[in-house]
């Protein structure tokens, strides 16, 4: 989902924490004043694609319901 003209994906807490370690993105913080463990905020400068990100999330979303 696009919040804030950010691109902002849900997925496992661990692949959140993976990614932000390496630099391409960060937590999603929903205006709280805490980030949220298992939404990420895609870094516009990222070498990651966000497409097959983004179908992780969705495969992440689907197996959780």
Sequence with gaps: M???DE?????????VDEL??????RHFD?????PMREWFVLDPAS??????LAREAFE???GKS
Excluded: I
């Excluded at 691109?7 to 692949?15: E, G, I, N, S």
């Excluded at 929903?30 to 805490?34: D, L």
């Design 2 to 4: 696009l919040v804030r």
């Design 7 to 15: 691109l902002v994906l849900k997925l496992p807490r661990a692949r």
């Design 60 to 62: 992440f979303v689907k």
């Design 30 to 34: 929903a205006g709280k004043g805490r």
């Design 20 to 25: 932000v370690g390496a630099s391409e993105g």
């Design 47 to 52: 070498s990651k694609r966000w497409a097959p």
